[in-house]
T-cell receptor
Framework: GAVVSQHPSWVICKSGTSVKIECRSL??????MFWYRQFPKQSLMLMAT?????????EQGVEKDKFLINHASLTLSTLTVTSAHPEDSSFYICSGTETDTQYFGPGTRLTVL | DAKTTQPPSMDCAEGRAANLPCNHS???????VYWYRQIHSQGPQYIIHGLKNNETNEMASLIITEDRKSSTLILPHATLRDTAVYYC??????????????FGQGTELSVKP
């Protein structure tokens, strides 16, 4: 299957700082990428749909000014958590679509102190 | 999107077949059945998908009932490494509605020695 990478795999930051997470499709071009968030013992929750060259579409209840998404190329999407707070601590996972199937990255564990 | 119902947990003996059921009684004609699994603290892994016909790949088999209201994922010879949460998701073709995946709670499969 297609391979998606994420960087960093984990990050710890202080409250009030911003954190950028990269999502790359390594062996395919992803016109559309998705960002999910997962809290402990819960299922994945879709945050936004990222389309190359256009603005992201956010799910209801997700603050677009807090979670900035940039999809500048067919192989890279970034999620920036701005002014992070402890409640933003979570597991962030991205995915890219190839031939009608979504392939997921390994996830990024964010801890905000 | 159609909702799915899965048992919250199942056990399986190592080496035996694991049969994971999924109910999707409100599935529409253009919706596919996708299966993913998530091993602890990793991103979801694509397993298999189908529309009407039964499907098989190197990982698993997917059996869809004739009325398409339910399906079963079969892992033919479960190993300890198959211990994971398995998600059954139905969605339209990517080209139809952008391919969003909405995750439910899934089935936690425990493979025991």
């Amino acid at each position: 299957g297609a391979v998606v990478s994420q960087h960093p795999s984990w990050v710890i930051c202080k409250s009030g700082t911003s954190v950028k997470i990269e999502c790359r499709s390594l062996d395919f071009q992803a016109t559309t990428m998705f960002w999910y968030r997962q809290f402990p013992k819960q299922s994945l929750m879709l945050m936004a749909t990222s389309n190359e060259g256009s603005k992201a579409t956010y799910e209801q209840g997700v603050e677009k000014d807090k979670f900035l998404i940039n999809h500048a190329s067919l192989t890279l999407s970034t999620l920036t958590v701005t002014s992070a707070h402890p409640e933003d601590s979570s597991f962030y996972i991205c995915s890219g679509t190839e031939t009608d199937t979504q392939y997921f990255g390994p996830g990024t564990r964010l801890t905000v102190l | 999107d159609a909702k799915t119902t899965q048992p919250p947990s199942m056990d399986c003996a190592e080496g035996r077949a694991a049969n994971l059921p999924c109910n999707h009684s409100t599935i529409s004609g253009n919706e596919y059945v996708y299966w993913y699994r998530q091993i602890h603290s990793q991103g979801p892994q694509y397993i298999i998908h189908g529309l009407k016909n039964n499907e098989t790949n190197e990982m698993a088999s997917l059996i869809i009932t004739e009325d398409r209201k339910s399906s079963t994922l079969i892992l033919p010879h479960a190993t300890l490494r198959d211990t994971a949460v398995y998600y059954c998701i139905v969605r339209p073709s990517f080209y139809n509605q952008g391919g969003k995946l909405i995750f439910g709670q899934g089935t936690e499969l425990s493979v025991k020695p």
